[in-house]
């Protein structure tokens, strides 16, 4: 714990604080700005005209957004779902095994969050267009680019992001709790099942939410995993957007705005009850993935 | 009472031999061992076998196409293995791209930088429950979809749009920056800023207060006791900060798309360019695994550094 | 009625992992409603032994008997064994009769029997009216009890106890030294019970194994380990010892590094390197040639006189070597103080000599 050195009033004082409010009038400012100008009735997305609703309307009409919205929610469902399930395995095989081939999985796993965003891109491009032609002659798959396609490259990068919020978890649960449940005749699922997994909810609820996140986010990877046929919101916005900027965006942006809202506090909810229980900060939380990713 | 021993069992007396199981041997335990790290392997295995397939090898084909030829119909020549692509990039208009990317990356890591010092100190030195709620909410606009966040500054930024108004009414003229490198920045700044708070707000919480204390107590001059004591004792987040801000504004893509137009191109979206128009595969591929080498290095330099969270 | 059998008996148990050899080749048996204890510094496999027998760790090579039944090879959940955890390890998420209830649950015993069960393991344990508490709601010692209840509902034959103690402060410690002793004869189960601490080991055990560096170096009751060491370590770690460094020079005569010989009774060859052991509390203080006729004795000076409330502990000097004389601080006694010339003495049934 550091103690503040800027005097109560001083100059210092005043330009710490005076920074922190306008580093905070920064990061939110656009985004209440975005908020008002989707209820603007006015043809320019950036200029009040009168309330209106119309926009919203529009999203709800607009057949090909509610389409990518629907494929969206099923790719991040579906995509989440996997991942929590390969990821959590993954964690609990690295933090409780010792295993040949071990340390290569560890870095394997880690790769998905270091590679950028363009890298996992182009990996899925090449992969889905060339090495599915090779998987077709093989075995006559036939895989056209869409929902699965998508879904097969959102879990490639979820599976690394859960597993390291639930490797976390497990990494601070006391051990010794799984050796009691043993001595206390539980064998080794019932001791999973009534002890390990209680403990570790909190962070697969977590992986699971970051998945949800990361899936709903992602504009990079899907573009270049979708087909023409379906894509996801996110890369049909990114598209209009590159087309031109309408009032309808701005709509569709606070929806998935307010997406994202919804999904920060369950986290931070989850987070809570985290902190609550092992004491860790908030700054504890694995990265998230954007745009790019370290 | 029922907390007494069971009748016991009506085993051999001291010295006999045992019931049922065998003595213990060095191939027991080996086996026993064996059984677990089989455990280990065989829950591994769905997300091992699923990386392999889904991440592994289309890496192994990125690599091999950046090793690959153009050939005249946009197509891509598998035979003849060569480094042609990776030459290129020596050639000017990638040079130049390359170089403008670190440039712009650089130029957002010391923006974040210089703005998210003081806001990281300001928070790492309040009360432990002010600290929490100022930290939240850095974390939602951390966690708010990136698109629309880029997309908002594409709406304060535009024609006619509230920037332009507030120069305007400041009295410098209708400012439009909106496609050029400054809005790039800015976009990245905002995008990015988050990862350079957290990891220095950690690395300032950590200074224990008193050497700050010992510093006034020595120095007296507060500037000097952030060049001597504070900075270098942060330096640890000050450098997890950059590399978390550097590295993905190298490789940003939707940043320059939104808001710095077709003008600005920076190695993401020139990547891009390779797949979707110019189709040019091996020249796109070699610069992903360009790109990728530097992500990789600069990663292993923060865990050298002691940096753990991602 | 105690079994003839040993409760728990090691034959030949070694366990290492990787080069480190953790326990090594140690014989010991338990008997039937003993209180053991396993004393050593931390990293002497005292807690490796224990979790041998529970099972949370197989040995290497050796024999592992519980009353007679082989269970070397069995999973901790298939021993009639139970285990209160250094720290507890409470799950964290379960009520403090969750807990309890827990093993019986997971042997599928019905719930009309583990109602009672549980209620008369918290009886046992004083922790009426705090079942549906939260380990995090209760104190340390509160966890503890719970901890025992937990392992003693299931009726184990043999009671493991890690370092139970080692996380309570002092007052706390001393109080559940009693309550843990009088909890053991009430039950009448075998407990074996691992310490560094070899205060805690004297006051409650019946007997006391010493583990040094993967070895068990002794085994015997407190008074045994206390008046007769085996070893140097065992001298060393238990209580506070006088070590006289020297050699056996004749039959029951010792030549100490300084030059002076004294008695001191032994089966050790002459020529033997040797450290003659003696308790302060065993030596008496004498003014100069004070010493009773039947007692062995030493001339010196005294250095240094340490105060410690209820006793005064006087270092005594003699020829560059140095006996620490404890005495019981009752008033009226002769005043000694640094610098005085004095004689101290011992009975001399009352030195062990010991072997490195």
Known sequence: MIGGTARPGSVTAWALSGTAWVVYAFFYAPIVLLVVFSFSDDRNVGRWGGFTLSWYEQFID?????????VSIRVALLSTAISVVLGTLAALALERFRFRGQRVFDALLYLPIIIPDVTMAVMMLLFFSEGIRIAELLFGLDLTKGFTTITISHIAFNISFVSVVVRARLSGMNEQLEEAALDLYANRWRSFRYVTLPQIAPGIAGGALLALTLSLDDVVVTQFASGPGSTTLPVFVFGMIRRGVTPLINAVSVVMLAASIVLVILSLVTQRLRTGETGRSLGDRPRRRSDSSV | MTLTAPPLPTGPGPGGAGTGLPEVTPEFERAAARADSRRGFLMSLPAYVYLVLFFTIPFGIVVVYSLATRNTIGGTDLAGWNLDSYRRLAEPIV?????????????????????AYPFSYFIATRTPTIRNILLVFVMIPFWTNFLVRNYAWRVILGSDGPFAAVTEALGVGRQEILFTHSAVILGLVYGYLPFMVLPLYAAIERIDGSLIEAGRDLYA?????????????????????????????????????????????????????????????????????????????????????GGRKL | MPSAVPAVGLHRITKRFGDVVAVDTVDLEIADGEFFALLGPSGCGKTTTLRLIAGLEFPTT??????????????????????????????????????????????K?????????????????????????????????????????????NSPKVLLLDEPLGALDLKLREAMQLELKALQREVGITFVFVTHDQGEALAMSDRIGVMDGGRLLQVGTPEEIYARPANRFVADFIGHANLLDGMVTGPDQVTLTNG??????????????????LRPEQALLHPWGGAPEHHTSVDG????????????????????????????NRPGGDPVSAGDEVTVSWEPSSVAVVQD
């Open chain 3, 260 to 277: 002076i010989t004294i008695a001191a009774p032994s089966n050790i060859q002459p020529g033997g390197h040797v450290a003659v052991t």
């Open chain 3, 109 to 153: 015993v019905s719930k009309a029997e583990i109602e009672p069960r549980v209620r008369d393991a918290i009886a046992l344990v004083h922790m009426e009216g705090m079942e549906q508490r939260r380990p995090d709601q209760l104190s340390g010692g509160q966890q503890q009890r719970v901890a025992l209840a937990r392992a003693l509902v």
């Open chain 2, 221 to 305: 001059s507060g500037a000097q006791t952030f060049w001597r004591v504070l900075l270098p004792l942060s330096m640890p987040g000050v450098l997890a900060g950059s590399i978390l801000v550097f590295v993905p504004s190298l490789g940003a893509y939707v940043t320059p798309q939104i808001l710095g137009g077709g003008k600005s191109t920076m190695l993401g979206s020139y990547i891009v360019v390779q797949f979707l128009t110019a189709r040019n595969w091996p020249l796109g591929a070699s610069l992903s695994f360009v790109l990728m080498t530097v992500m990789l290095t600069a990663t292993l330099i923060y865990f050298r550094a």
């Open chain 2, 95 to 115: 040079r130049d791209i390359l170089f403008r990317s670190v440039w712009i990356a650089m130029l957002t890591t010391l923006i974040c930088l210089v703005v």
């Open chain 1, 62 to 70: 607009h057949s090909q957004l509610q389409n990518s919205l629907w």
């Open chain 3, 62 to 107: 050796g024999r592992l008997r519980i009353f007679g039944d082989e269970v070397g090879t069995l999973p901790p959940n298939r021993r009639p064994v139970n285990t209160v955890f250094q720290n507890y390890a409470l799950f964290p998420h379960m009520t403090a009769e969750e807990n309890v209830a827990f093993g019986l649950r997971m042997r």
């Open chain 3, 301 to 328: 000076q005294v250095e240094q006189v340490t105060y410690l409330g209820n006793a005064l502990i006087y270092r005594v000097s003699f020829q560059w070597m140095h006996i620490d004389v404890r005495s019981e």
